[in-house]
């Protein structure tokens, strides 16, 4: 949340280790989204209701510019889940360092017609026009994923809608469920509680069956109280995702500093439990992102947020550069161990692009990128960058673009394939070829690529942001002054690099203390 010129991330740390468990509400303050000060935590385990662990939750500023905290306590052994609230104890602090539990939690409890182990994670609450607020809480009964409904008058005696927010069946249980407002014509943020003719509403899942985030867009209707996704929206494990990797777990604020909404999310590790546990660290948080409504009106647009530029440093640039097939040039004089790469290819013809094979699955960009990975040659692609690569190529994580020609139209596949990032025993890691096929015009035979390269993990965004791939790697080789940066083409149509640009990028400083 944003409160009195501050940015406050509260996120899920076990104190104890660098694995799952013993969950409390760690809490970190910015000025500036970058650099952070950690505090102590906001939120730990210490009442009845909460005894077991303090799940995800949202933060609200309710009116009077005062914040509070809605969180999940687990109650019991049997992880029996309720929802609670905190409050700051003083808000003249300008880092609101201690909260406190009132004594009328929890808030909220499972009647019998809710499953009471897979009730979790309350959204940041909005205002109905009537002046009551809502909330939505993730779960499920049975296979079908549902998103609860509860309305307040006081924020503090709350009444389960007959009907829930939306539910879908066949998904599994719903986790850190999201719901806000974009807009439909400009490029700003909207707060949560905005409602209107200019306005379409997100709906995001984490989906626990699958491990990943999927979104549709839609009405909300405020006579029914109820999310409605648009006609052409794919609502279930097919649909649109944030993320098509190692991304999970997400949540958006409405900054009013900016007019803008952030999305964070959480990448966890990708090798084994034992690595993590002789490092003593697991999970990340990614770059904060922009997000907004395409202007298509068919999926959203995510961004970096201009504030990570800050830590950009040396520059290099490159301009029409030809790729012919089997090109590699490596882009030297940044630390491409920690970088920001923004290239612009294109191409003369579409006409080399492969048939899509009619056997695929359209919706299994994954398993096409397994099997069409950036060595296997093709016609127009696969073109792009090769992230933390070794001298001898070893080690190598290629971020890049396959057209596909599918009956009248072109698919563009993108891909971020971490199975040949590292020399590393592969024993417990998990190395997969992520991708997701990119909506993109190519009436200009153009495609942009933005990668930002941070020793384990490399996060990026095709075409404006239209399709984003998060992985998480470990090279032995490609490290630190190790670490290469390539550009290549394996397709028989030459590709040009229309424009390059990259930086070293710096690293943040913890604020003064």
Request: aromatic fraction near 12%; charged fraction near 20%; include cysteine.
């Amino acid at each position: 949340m944003y409160y009195n010129g501050i940015y406050h991330l509260f996120y899920q740390d076990n104190p104890k280790g660098a694995v799952w468990g013993n969950i409390v509400w760690a809490h970190s303050v910015s000025t500036d989204l970058i650099n952070w000060k950690k505090l102590p935590n906001a939120i730990y385990p210490s009442k009845p209701y909460d005894q077991y662990g303090c799940w995800s939750g949202s933060a609200t500023i309710l009116p009077g510019n005062k914040p509070i905290l809605l969180y999940t306590g687990i109650i019991d052994k049997n992880k029996t889940q309720v929802q609670n609230y905190a409050i700051p104890a003083n808000l003249s602090d300008p880092f609101l360092q201690q909260w406190i539990k009132p004594d009328n939690n929890p808030l909220v409890v499972p009647d019998l017609s809710i499953n009471k182990t897979a009730f979790r994670d309350p959204t940041t609450a909005w205002l109905g026009r009537e002046g009551h607020w809502r909330i939505s809480i993730g779960g499920r009964w049975g296979t079908t994923g549902i998103a609860y409904l509860y309305r307040s008058k006081d924020f503090m005696h709350w009444d389960k809608a007959t009907n829930p927010l939306h539910s879908r069946n066949g998904t599994g249980n719903w986790e850190c469920v999201d719901f806000y407002p974009v807009s439909i014509s400009r490029k700003n943020g909207l707060d949560t509680s905005v409602v209107g003719s200019g306005v379409k509403h997100v709906l995001k899942v984490s989906l626990d069956v699958t491990r990943y985030e999927y979104y549709t867009l839609g009405t909300y209707s405020l006579e029914k109280d109820v999310y409605i996704p648009d006609e052409e929206m794919v609502d279930g494990w097919n649909g649109l995702r944030y993320d098509y990797g190692n991304f999970y777990a997400s949540k958006t604020f409405f900054d009013p500093s900016k007019n803008r909404r952030i999305l964070w999310a959480w990448a966890n590790e990708s090798d084994s439990k034992a690595d993590r546990v002789k490092k003593d660290w697991a999970g990340i948080l990614l770059i904060p992102r922009t997000i907004v409504l395409d202007p298509n009106g068919k999926q959203l647009l995510q961004w970096p947020i201009v504030e990570v530029e800050a830590l950009r440093g040396k520059k290099v640039q490159l301009s029409n550069k030809m790729l012919v097939k089997g090109a590699l040039i490596e882009i030297k004089g940044i630390t491409a161990a920690q970088a920001d790469v923004e290239v612009t290819f294109s191409f003369n013809t579409l006409d080399k692009a492969e048939l899509f094979d009619p056997r695929w699955d359209r919706y299994d960009a994954q398993n096409i990128c397994s099997e069409k990975g950036s060595t296997v040659q093709g016609g127009l692609g696969p073109f792009g960058i090769l992230t933390l690569a070794s001298q001898n190529l070893e080690e190598y994580t290629p971020v890049f673009f396959r057209v596909f020609k599918a009956q009248n139209k072109h698919l563009v596949l993108m891909c971020s394939d971490a199975s040949r990032s590292t020399l590393k025993d592969g024993t417990g890691a998990y190395r997969p070829s992520f991708a997701g096929f990119v909506d993109v015009d190519l009436t200009g035979k153009k495609i942009s690529l933005r990668s930002l390269i941070d020793r384990s993990v490399v996060e990026s965004f095709g075409a404006g942001g239209k399709t984003c791939i998060t992985s998480r790697i470990y090279p032995t080789l490609a490290t630190d002054d190790y670490a290469h940066l390539y550009a290549f083409n394996n397709g028989i149509e030459t590709v040009k690099i229309d424009s390059l640009k990259a930086w070293s990028m710096n690293r943040p400083e913890q604020m003064n203390q």
